[in-house]
């Protein structure tokens, strides 16, 4: 059997000062016309907005401060409408996931214009078949500015929630890939800890998921960039969150960006169901993948036993020969996670963060169609999602 891997275009600028190097990145794109796209308290922080404003320098045509958590449609539809008030050539994000989500959504929905949400998601099918749209418009270029660990500047996908029907869609559009990818300490100096926190344990389920998935685990380049990120992110997050280490904080988003590495293929079950999760309930897009992860580790468990051995070893639990498939190993395993949950504070039951359990029927429902869970290599049924949030609960 022939396979065949193409590398992922993604552009990583790290250390200090990185934030000074966006000049030349959009020089070299060939774009003199950037809109920032930010939320309100990365738009009030003067010191990490005048740094970006600096770099940009006349480049900086105006400032969208009005990206909001898991990214409600209406944002995004004032977000385009300030790009092309502006005139705008490039996008850059500054901010977490929501920000990059934002900017590629605008660069989206400013290209496909006239096309509804709903009719650019990628979904589930009814048997089991990943659909997605084509998208065939050019883009508008996007660099982000990372200060969390979401990952999601990496990847060429993204979420917009449908508020009035409860339901976070996913579009997926190789053109969006951000050309560049700026960690930089002073971007996450001031970002509050819980932050780092819940989006370190997003990133944490990025690459625990593309190690067991249908999308990605047989991949030995995601194997690898997996491993690592999982590495990376239980080594460094317990000082990144707790002591502030700047030197703990780069090797942090530096494990994120690695996770966001297979996002596309590569998330699965727990995704999923986070999807309906936090577009119904108020709960950030982190700490509900944080509940969830082991219980998608719990569901999938025997369906996979050499995937599942791989993720152990990442985990640093101890597998005798190269599947796992003891209860002991499972239990080590989620063992791992709980203890890292406790030593940052994140949460880790779905009751802790506000959720309705009496939702639970109509999430699954939603869930079910949801294109991240065609990946999971154990079929899931809306009574299997029941009985994980319940599990969660």
Not at 209 to 238: C, M, R, W
Not at 304 to 323: F, K, N, Q, T
């Amino acid at each position: 059997m022939v396979r065949e891997h193409r590398y992922e275009a993604a552009r990583f600028v790290w250390g200090e000062d990185a934030i000074g190097r966006l000049d030349g990145l959009l020089s070299e794109a060939g774009v003199e016309r950037a809109m920032v796209v930010c939320g309100e308290h990365v738009g009030a922080n003067e010191e990490l907005m005048g740094a970006v404003g600096d770099a940009l320098g006349e480049r900086h045509v105006h400032t969208y401060a009005g990206s909001r958590g898991d990214t409600p449609l209406r944002t995004v539809e004032t977000g385009v409408e300030a790009f092309f008030e502006h005139d705008a050539d490039s996008l850059v994000s500054v901010g977490g996931g929501s920000a990059s989500d934002t900017a590629k959504a605008i660069s989206v929905f400013a290209a496909e214009s006239g096309r509804d949400l709903h009719e650019m998601k990628t979904q589930t099918t009814a048997d089991g078949e990943s659909y997605v749209p084509d998208l065939p418009a050019p883009k508008t270029p996007v660099f982000s500015v990372s200060t969390t660990l979401s990952a999601a500047e990496v990847s060429n996908i993204f979420g917009v929630t449908d508020e009035e029907a409860g339901e976070k869609a996913v579009i997926l559009d190789k053109k969006i890939r951000p050309r560049a990818c700026i960690y930089d300490s002073a971007a996450t100096a001031t970002t509050p800890p819980a932050t780092i926190a819940s989006t370190g344990m997003n990133a944490l389920d990025h690459a625990v998921e593309i190690l067991y998935s249908d999308g990605h685990a047989e991949n030995p380049f995601y194997q690898a960039t997996a491993e690592k990120a999982i590495d990376l992110l239980v080594t460094n997050l317990p000082a990144a969150v707790n002591d502030g280490d700047p030197e703990a904080l780069v090797d942090a988003q530096l494990g994120a960006g690695l996770s966001g590495l297979g996002i596309v293929g590569g998330i699965s079950i727990n995704h999923g169901i986070n999807h309906p999760l936090c577009a119904r309930h108020p709960v950030s897009h982190g700490d509900g993948n944080s509940i969830l992860l082991p219980h998608g580790i719990r569901f999938t468990y025997d369906a996979v036993p050499e995937r599942m051995a791989r993720l152990a070893s990442a985990l640093s639990v101890e597998v005798e020969g190269d599947s796992a498939t003891d209860e002991a190993t499972l239990e080590a395993m989620c063992d791992v996670i709980r203890e890292l949950q406790e030593e940052i504070g994140v949460p880790y039951r779905l009751r802790d963060v506000g959720v309705d359990r009496d939702d639970f029927e109509a999430m699954a429902k939603i869930a079910a169609h949801d294109s991240a869970i065609a990946n999971n290599p154990k079929r899931v049924t809306e009574s299997d999602i029941v009985a994980i949030l319940e599990a969660a609960w």
